[in-house]
């Protein structure tokens, strides 16, 4: 059963950089013809795509963060991570991992989310 | 950037009634919509892709339908672990993938 794990520190300076990772078990990143994607949820707001990559490296982000994101993926620890520059309050979420995708005649398609890990809440703050 | 909204806000619903819910999307996403299920504490979980396919474990008392840009989702009798925050997702055009605001089914 795929199941994602994120990690990561629960607290962050402002203008310092968010870390996380996500850890996949029960499939292999490298063999998945699948998206591996960010998703953070503000409190008490709604849900928003920060972005996602694929096994060889290719990522897409969310036009609205600005260049500030980075995601990185690691297949040969199954892990792929998240980084965020110059965070401000405005950073503060719950911060999930997911599978994005499916294979659809060779190509990724369908890009809904599933599933999704636990979530971790990343604060902001000095 | 297609923009996707929810309505109500909030439904107040009694157990075993009818519950719709809305989702508009700003252009067409034909069928490529998904609708996910949030409760306190825990992470979203997909409950229908393709507008109306059920996902692996949703009751068959969720159903979904329309395309283009107008979504409804209704839960035919509430049970007590429905009520939660609902979210509806485009995966037409993208970046961004995009979410409506949430709906909160809520104990009459």
């Known amino acids: 059963q795929l199941q994602l794990q994120v990690s990561g520190p629960g607290l962050v300076k402002p203008s310092e950089t968010l870390t996380l990772t996500c850890s996949v078990s029960?499939?292999?990143?490298?063999?998945?013809?699948?998206?591996w994607s960010w998703i953070r949820q503000a409190p008490g707001k709604g849900l928003e795509w920060i972005g996602a990559?694929?096994?060889?490296?290719?990522?897409y982000y969310n036009p609205a963060l600005r260049g500030r994101v980075t995601i990185s993926v690691d297949t040969s620890r199954n892990q792929f991570s998240l980084s965020v520059e110059s965070v401000t309050a405005a950073d503060t979420a719950v911060y999930y991992c997911?599978?994005?995708?499916?294979?659809?005649?060779?190509?990724?398609?369908?890009?809904?989310?599933?599933?999704w890990g636990q979530g971790t809440l990343v604060t902001v703050s000095s | 950037e297609v923009v996707m909204t929810q309505s109500p806000t909030t439904l107040s619903v009694s157990p075993g009634e009818r519950a719709t819910l809305s989702c508009r999307a700003s252009?067409?996403?034909?069928?490529?919509l998904a609708w996910y299920q949030q409760k306190p504490g825990q992470a979203p979980r997909l409950l229908i892709y393709?507008?109306?396919t059920r996902a692996t474990g949703t009751p068959a008392r969720f159903s979904g339908s329309g395309s283009g840009t107008e979504f409804t989702l209704t839960i035919s009798s509430l049970q007590s672990e429905d009520f939660a925050v609902y979210y509806c997702?485009?995966?037409?055009?993208?970046?961004?993938?995009?979410f409506g605001g949430g709906t909160k089914v809520e104990i009459k």
């Open positions: 997911a599978r994005q995708g499916e294979t659809v005649f060779g190509v990724i398609g369908n890009n809904y989310f599933d599933p």
């Open positions: 029960g499939a292999s990143i490298e063999n998945s013809i699948k998206y």
């Open positions: 990559i694929v096994y060889t490296g290719s990522a």
């Open positions: 252009q067409s996403v034909r069928s490529n």
């Open positions: 393709g507008a109306s």
């Open positions: 997702q485009q995966y037409t055009d993208w970046p961004p993938l995009t």
